[in-house]
């Protein structure tokens, strides 16, 4: 049987099918051939070392690699589309379908070959499954503080994360406050802290 993954992926190629023993030959070839254009790749490790050698790499140099080079390089975790994804998701299965969607690349044809396609968002979203939850902490004055996600604004929005946002406003009650921080500066951090968390999340800042 196919799994959901798989039914999606048929559905976008216009496959009205779900039975795999159903499937005709060339569906069969469509369906599991991604065509994946290695040229095309865009996706980047992350490591936090700040080492400028290694924003531009070439891999697969070795002799078990068969001549499989490809340029790429590293970025620091907070410029992950996976940072943006923890910063702005919901729940566990709001965080699964937008890790599903991230595009690693395209195929020869110049469509987009998503991490759904390769059948790893569930594995990806097992591996944040603990990254979800919001650290608590305790600053000088023995305050609590919420510290989850940090994507820079100048690439992403640059908020702390909603489900960091949600959960402190809960604790607080209706007779308390919680201030969140949005990066860089009003134009770029707090412009995308209205425009992007506020819309999506429906929460409403008192006081700027």
């Known amino acids: 049987s196919l799994v959901i ?27 599991a051939r991604l065509d994946i254009d290695p040229a095309s790749v865009t996706w980047r490790r992350v490591m936090d070392t700040n080492d400028r050698y290694l ?31 923890l910063a702005l998701t ?16 395209t195929n020869h044809q110049g469509e987009a070959i998503t991490s759904e396609y390769l059948g790893v968002a569930g594995a990806l979203t097992v591996l944040m499954k603990d990254a979800i939850k919001p650290n608590l ?6 305050t609590p503080a919420l510290v989850h996600a940090g994507p820079f604004a100048n690439i992403a929005h640059g908020q702390s994360s909603i489900l960091a ?14 201030i969140t921080e949005s ?5 770029i951090g707090m412009e995308k802290f209205f425009d992007i968390e506020c819309r999506y999340s429906g929460l409403i800042p008192s006081v700027v």
């Open 183 to 187: 990066g860089f500066g009003a134009d």
């Open 55 to 85: 924003r531009e790499i070439e891999t697969g140099l070795g002799p078990e690699e068969k001549g499989r080079t490809h340029r790429t390089g590293f970025d620091i975790t907070v410029a992950s589309e996976i940072m943006a994804i």
């Open 5 to 31: 993954s798989m039914l999606r992926r048929l559905q976008k190629l216009g496959i009205d099918k779900s039975d795999p023993s159903q499937l005709t030959p060339p569906e069969r070839s469509r369906f």
């Open 137 to 142: 902490m305790q600053t000088l004055e023995g």
């Open 90 to 105: 919901t729940s566990l299965a709001d965080m699964r379908e937008r890790l599903g969607a991230m595009v690693i690349g």
């Open 165 to 178: 946002d949600r959960i402190a406003l809960k604790l607080v009650g209706p007779d308390g406050y919680v």
